[in-house]
């Protein structure tokens, strides 16, 4: 973890958060994924709101600039309380200006160790973040309570751009098998995987954003844009790029 905090800074947050906000699922480039990763979220509130749950509490896991509670307070009206945890501070901070939702509070916190009691919560959710334990997850779960997670698969999104810095892309190291093998050996129930295989144009601006703000590739410089430039844009303003993101929904 230490590397990720020296990485992000004031400078990566404020990128990030721009990049989200104009890829929001309110605007008209809908990122699909996202949308159908919310419907899942939504999913899990109705159902417990139909067993006259009040003021259901749920944990977004690395939450960073704090995108999941902004857009989950914006399309339900339901009664949550939603609590962001992340270990970097610059994106809390960022988090933290962007909302006045007294729905939303934001902790500095471990996903590994979570500072919480077990049973706290009905729904814990994660958007991108792999550095987690599923077996903190199930603790601070009540029981009934659901796992929302959206990842991608092998190649982070960008698989053309891996294939290019194979040996210093950093891939999944956790295969999506893995993940439903450990969500059944804790016992989890009704667990259902969502995989999609996508297929969307970037231009260069984007991508040289996207790895500048993400650390997917080791030591990223000004002479691997170049690379990418020249070997994979050639002369074309744009490029399809493949991606295989993935959705789990579990319930305890």
């Known amino acids: 973890m230490a590397y990720k905090i020296k990485f992000y800074n004031r400078k990566i947050a404020e990128k990030r958060e721009k990049y989200f906000d104009k890829n929001s699922i309110f605007k008209k480039n809908v990122i699909d994924t996202n949308r159908l990763f919310f419907d899942y979220i939504l999913k899990a509130i109705d159902k417990l709101s139909c067993k006259n749950k009040n003021h259901i509490k749920i944990l977004d896991l690395g939450t960073g600039t704090g995108y999941v509670p902004r857009i989950l307070t914006q399309l339900s009206k339901n009664k949550f309380k939603i609590v962001g945890i992340d270990l970097v501070p610059e994106m809390l901070n960022m988090a933290r200006s962007k909302t006045s939702d007294s729905r939303i509070k934001y902790l500095l916190g471990d996903n590994k160790n979570l500072p919480f009691q077990s049973g706290s919560f009905d729904i814990v959710t994660n958007k991108l973040s792999t550095q987690f334990d599923l077996i903190e997850v199930k603790r601070v779960l009540k029981n009934g309570g659901f796992f929302i997670f959206k990842e991608y698969g092998k190649y982070k999104g960008f698989k053309e751009i891996a294939e290019r810095f194979k040996n210093r892309y950093k891939k999944s190291k956790t295969d999506i098998v893995d993940y439903i093998k450990i969500l059944q050996n804790l016992n989890f129930r009704e667990i259902i995987l969502h995989t999609l295989f996508l297929k969307r144009k970037y231009n260069f601006q984007e991508i040289k954003n996207i790895f500048e703000m993400t650390n997917l ?30 959705i789990i929904f579990a319930q305890k």
């Open 217 to 246: 590739i080791n030591n990223f410089n000004l002479k691997d844009l170049n690379l990418i430039k020249i070997k994979i844009f050639k002369k074309n303003k744009q490029i399809d790029i493949h991606s295989d993101p993935f």
